[in-house]
């Protein structure tokens, strides 16, 4: 666990399931087809939490792709709350995520190389993108809108390279 500014940043487990559930409620159509998808990151300690005050205030999600020995892994989901944004926290999410992804890697013999993530292309995400962008995450590509799931607007594939 690592405090910030009050802010305790760690892995969610699933005795967090209920705050963490309550979060998402008006992002997916039902509690259940939030816990449906969520449940393996939870299950394997793939999600990292901003806690403040007892409230959960920021996650970052992230998952292996493929087998460990391509070093690759994605951030499937990074979000704070809107009061406590410019605030260093989401940095402070990365950078816990990229220490449990560097472990999980090491106990299979292998090492994490990248790290990919999708954001959107406007204006919107602009202030996530500078974040990605401090944090040493590179633009890629651009996927058109509605070529996967991102049906509003155009995204930026990010890969973050890491020394070896």
């Known amino acids: 666990m690592v405090s910030y500014l009050g802010v305790q940043i760690r892995c969610v487990t699933p005795q967090d399931k209920d705050s963490f559930f309550e979060?998402?409620?008006g992002v997916y159509s039902s509690k259940e087809e939030a816990k449906a998808f969520y449940r393996r990151?939870?299950?394997n300690g793939w999600?990292?939490?901003?806690?403040k005050d007892h409230k959960?205030?920021?996650?970052l999600t992230w998952t292996p792709r493929e087998c460990v020995k391509n070093g690759l892994a994605e951030i499937i989901d990074?979000?704070?709350i809107k009061e406590e944004r410019r605030k260093g926290i989401g940095?402070?999410?990365i950078d816990h995520a990229l220490e449990q992804m560097k472990q999980y890697y090491q106990r299979f013999g292998s090492k994490l190389q990248r790290v990919m993530l999708f954001t959107g292309a406007t204006e919107e995400y602009?202030?996530?993108?500078?974040?990605?962008e401090k944090k040493g995450f590179h633009i890629i590509t651009t996927i058109p809108q509605d070529t996967l799931d991102n049906l509003y607007c155009?995204?930026?594939?990010?890969?973050?390279?890491?020394?070896?």
């Open 78 to 80: 990074l979000w704070v």
């Open 41 to 43: 990151f939870l299950d």
């Open 91 to 93: 940095g402070k999410l």
């Open 126 to 132: 602009s202030t996530a993108r500078a974040l990605y």
């Open 56 to 59: 959960l205030i920021g996650v």
């Open 47 to 51: 999600v990292s939490g901003a806690w």
């Open 154 to 164: 155009n995204e930026y594939l990010y890969v973050l390279r890491l020394s070896t």
């Open 23 to 25: 979060a998402y409620k």
